[in-house]
């Protein structure tokens, strides 16, 4: 073959690349044929590498050098914009370094070309050494394919390579399964995300994979290498996945494995598959089917691999009894057919499961999967089980239990009911799984309470420990969202109806029951009241109790209620947010327990002179929101604003910082410019409060979170911090022109604006109108929004400021001239509210 100068090669093989690139993936959209568009895709790069190699590696190296495809490219699942995984075998070490230039030259030329190629240049005695430090050579080597070069050289490395893995099969299998449960750890585990990526997420292409390897482990014969059978199962699961992959590659231009909402809309759309909501049930179920087989098969080579995992395996088995054995680490059934006689073997089954934390066998499974039909028709009826699932929602292991009863179908068998929620996507840009698994996370989330030994998640854990029964709140965090799958019906009232018809087929206790209806009726409350009520507010408090009606049920509500706001997204639960629900429940606890006469509170201030004339003028819900030690320090800074009319203090507290000022006058637009100022060095205020004394002293605090962690990492930011809020307070700086360095964060779709919602309430509150506004969260929002308060003439007494993905929710408590807001100022400032959340819009 004629070498061609680079400028040739580069010159006709990106005109060739792009013409033919463009006609495999107009193919593809036209008929969804991943397996084809693959495997033109590999051949199309198969060419222009054995031709640049021939023009650029062979004539300074015609022998010595092999070129391996590796990897995925190894293995011809080239997908349209993956990385081209190309290994380099030389020889020698020598002639590799000789080869410098060409190589560099090569690998320019490809880039060039319009591929994003990853090398890796290696003898044959470096690809057979054990890389604890880069396991994925040693896997990708396990897809090595020649494309061209020395043969003799490959064919020595095809011979050594069985031997290699039969040696080395346990370290190799080790280092393969700490990168999986890496992987797996950082998708929490679970297949059921509402926008997975297809590539990496559990039941995803890598697991596919995972498979493959770890059967081309097993079979080391030379012939047989670079060659995994799978089951029918896998390989439509396969097909599939592979299409969606394809589809985002081509949809987005680039390596984009994730399959947001907006991608499934589209691809929909583009092969006309109906409702995505449906047809990403069948995602769930190909990644179901790929990740119980991956998590079979790892756990399988690592039980084969391990002695000391043996040695606890025999361990393990004396915990077997009449009806269940164990055997590498899974519960098994002694005589399977005792299954069709009833439910009870079953029932007996999972409370083992509950009781030991081993997981069932993929035998019992099996037999327990093909007896649904008979189970589901035993249910149809009232059978006296609950007793038989309270013991095993109250066991220590009970999460797994249920989690086993879902994957096999039993929960659904038993209770019908839960079917509409079984794969359900509920969009709303803020959770995170579909509605089972959130209910799966969630009962696992309050399990973990049991354990947790720091505060207040410790609380939590007491409070979990201190009820007598579980069995109600687990049944009632099973169907607190059942309702979500039916259409036309509040999701409330639809999980209240289909949890009292499956009470009524086990037998419930009539006093569980109104326990159960309770919890569901009532599962929102106490985070609504977070978001949207001042918690240091005695009316709040006393309309929680008033709802609430007992101890046993507030402990009850509130356990369900961090359960579910926990497993919304890892993100949701903040040490901030689960102080503030610890904090309402102590006080409506104390509501609910304490003696009439305790209700007042002293409502003259004492003490020294000086601490007098600071609170006098001071609403009472100062005195009864801070500590003699917070008013000890409020009045310290108010001494040191004399010097400058302002003075801030900036402190960390346990889950969150606090930024509190001190100004000599209010004025308007002091509180919009210190949110605003926060704002702009990027900080999430959690809560902010407005106070101020008969001397006209303001005096404002601001709960923040640092979700960059600069203040942390940069202890010098903090002082920068507080001087900007001081000029910014003094009118020495334009808050304005901090916040215009501030980014608009990117919406996860082209769809997904939020329209902005005004609504007053002027009776939740006896002092002050509350205001709720729910719009689209930007930064310096709150900024916008005091300011329209502001210029209206009024008073801004509390914030509670939260954010669900891009939605803001803020609930001002507003007064003018002391008083709540009348009709007709609550309506120009509808429109004023309104303006400003659409100001940067």
Known sequence: MTSLKPSEFETMTAGNQLSSTTQIQRAFLATGDSVTALAERTGQVDRLVTEAAANFLFPATPAGLAVLAVGGYGRRQLFPYSDVDVLLLYETERLAVANKDGISVFLQRLWDSGMRVSHSVRTPAECTEVHDDNTQLNISLLDQRYLTGDRMLYAGLVEKMPRFILAHRDTLIRNLAQLTRERHSKYANTYYHLEPNVKECPGGLRDHQLICWLAQMRDTEPARLGVAETAPALEQAFRFLARLRCYLHCQSGRDNNVLSFEAQDLAASQWSMGDPADWMREYYRHARAVYRNAIRQLESNEAQSSSLFAQFRDWRSRLANTDISVHRERAHFRAPQGLDAGPELMLRFFEFIARHGIRASYEAEQQIEARRARLRAQFAEPQPVWPSLSTIFSLPYAPAAVRSMHETGVLTAMFPELESMECLVVRDFYHRYTVDE?????????????????????????????????????????????????????????????????????LMSEQERDMVVFLIERHLDLSNVMQSRDLFDPQTIRDVAHQVETVERLK?????????????????????????????????????????????????????PERVEFLKGFPVRYLRTHSEAEIDRHMALEEKSHRRGVAVEIRKLDSAYQLTMVAAEDRPGIFAATAGTLSSFGMNILKAEAFSNHRGLLLDTFTFADPSRTLELNPTEMDRLRTAAERVIAGKTDVRQLLRNRPKPTLPTRNARIPAQVSFDSQASASATLVEIVAEDRPGLLYDLASAFSSHGCNIELVLIDTQAHKAIDVFYITADRKKIDAGRQEVLEEALRKACEAAG
Do not use: C
């Open 556 to 608: 009850a509500l509130t356990l369900l209620t961090y359960a579910d706001i926990s497993a919304v997204n890892p993100n949701v639960m903040t040490p901030w947010r689960a102080e503030q629900l610890w904090q309402l429940y102590l006080m409506v606890y104390n509501e609910l327990t304490r003696e009439l006469q305790s209700e007042r509170i002293e409502a003259d201030p004492s003490g020294p």
């Open 438 to 506: 959130h209910t799966l996370v969630a009962f696992q989330n309050l399990w973990e309470l049991r354990n947790a030994d720091e505060a207040p998640l410790q609380s939590y854990g007491n409070l979990l420990r201190e009820m007598q029964n579980s069995g109600a709140l687990v049944f009632a965090l099973l169907f607190h969202d059942a309702g979500k799958g039916v259409p036309g019906e509040g999701h409330v009232g639809g999980s209240l109806r289909y949890a009292q018809s499956a009470m009524a087929r086990v």
